[in-house]
């Protein structure tokens, strides 16, 4: 094998800077923003008509373009685009990277910014900046420094990690459709198909409703053990999925000296405070703290009906207050929603039903896990060249 050589990025690539200019032949534009972009996940493009777009919906694509925001935090806000359609506009908060592809892959120069050293930097950089909003400009990406092999080993490693993103993404997709699918059912069976002769009661006697606690941080006997520890942002960041891990543990010693307590896998749990009614489901046990609540069943094992009920309540009482968001959920906002529950048997039918939809999205998120588990690890051994391909 060939020797890897050195290059600044900015021998490899240009800063596109093509906008809109007066020709251009659009009345609408799909727009993309620095925030709706992370870790090359597009959550979807804002329609605008072009006269009443931003200021800064202005910057043209073509094709295999690498975005990536210069607007700190970068918090891993970066993608590439694949054949955009002719009236996609993102903002100017993105730089966009041309790649001289009778050179370099320009995947194989996406998946080299991607790298945790290199987005840490950047942010670093971003973050040490002298303007009114800490940022970083093009150049500071140019002037980086990396090693390149050949060309069609850059394809190989290429195509092994967007492999590895691919399956990550179908798995991802596959469970946005169960959670719709199970979502769907439950509308069906106890929202549209409702009979009168259901009992009403509260939101709060529908479920148990358990509250977290926090191990005191100054004592670091608490910290740092194998009992997975839910924040705000764990929840957050796992909003209608499985959770399998939190940033935080804690220890028993930790868990014993606190109101920190333990649910079992399948419980739910939603953030009270902050970002609030963001919901999650447990992979495995966890502990949370007190900015949540823990979600349990009042009727045994039925904590995939629980969930369901959790999520469709959240979006009424969301709905009912004109779509703004709460400051906090409290344990009155569960007594003063009022909802009709069918007899016991049909709750468990349903059960049976929705169970094997989530057990399949519990798979596949163990299976996400493992997946980005792998790429993480190959990604800066193949991208350094300690791992060669041929």
Same mark, same amino acid.
């Given at each position: ?12 690539? +240009? ?45 043209? !694509? ?50 080299? !910014? ?73 509308? +069906? ?100 703290? +007190? ?79 493992? !997946?980005?588990?792998? +790429?993480?690890?190959? !990604? ?11």
């Amino acid at each position: 094998m060939t020797e890897w050589k050195e290059y600044k990025l900015g021998d490899l690539l +240009q800063v596109n800077q093509k906008s809109i200019a007066k020709d251009f032949p659009f009345t609408k534009i799909e727009y993309l923003d620095t925030g709706s972009i992370t870790l090359g996940k597009i959550d979807g493009f804002q329609i605008f008509n072009l006269a009443d777009a931003p200021s800064r919906a202005k910057r043209l !694509l073509t094709n295999n373009d690498i975005i990536y925001s210069t607007v700190r935090p970068i918090q891993r806000h970066y993608g590439i685009i694949k054949n955009p359609n002719p009236n996609i506009v993102v903002s100017t908060g993105f730089a966009v990277l041309s790649c001289d592809v009778h050179v370099t892959d320009p995947y194989f120069i996406y998946y080299f !910014l991607t790298q945790d050293d290199v987005v840490n930097y950047l942010d670093s950089v971003a973050e040490g900046s002298t303007s009114a909003y800490p940022s970083l400009t093009p150049d500071v990406i140019t002037d980086i420094d990396i090693l390149l092999p050949e060309l069609p080993e850059q394809r190989t490693i290429a195509s092994i990690l967007s492999s590895l993103d691919d399956k990550i993404d179908l798995l991802h997709r596959q469970n946005k459709t169960l959670e719709a699918l199970a979502e769907t059912l439950f509308r +069906q069976w106890f929202i549209e198909e409702a009979e009168e002769s259901w009992e009403e009661c509260s939101l709060f006697d529908a479920m148990e409703i358990v509250g977290g606690g926090t191990p005191k941080t100054e004592i670091i006997e608490y910290w740092n053990g194998e009992i997975n520890w839910m924040s705000g942002k764990d929840i957050s960041s796992n909003h209608k999925q499985f959770i399998l891990s939190t940033e935080k543990k804690i220890t028993e010693e930790g868990l014993k000296n606190s109101s920190a307590k333990v649910l079992p896998k399948y419980a739910s749990v939603v953030s009270a405070r902050g970002t609030v009614g963001k919901i999650c489901l447990l992979s495995i046990p966890m502990a949370f703290s +007190q900015t949540n609540y823990g979600i349990l069943p009042r009727i045994k094992e039925s904590f995939f009906f629980t969930y369901l009920l959790l999520s469709y309540s959240i979006e009424e009482l969301q709905s009912a207050s004109y779509g703004s968001v709460f400051d906090t959920i409290t344990t009155n906002t569960f007594k003063e929603h009022k909802i009709s529950i069918p007899k016991e048997t049909e709750i468990i039918e349903f059960e049976e039903k929705v169970s094997p939809l989530f057990h399949k999205m519990n798979s596949n998120t163990n299976q996400i896990h493992t !997946l980005t588990q792998l +790429q993480d690890t190959l !990604l800066p051994k193949l991208m350094s060249g300690e791992v060669r391909v041929k």
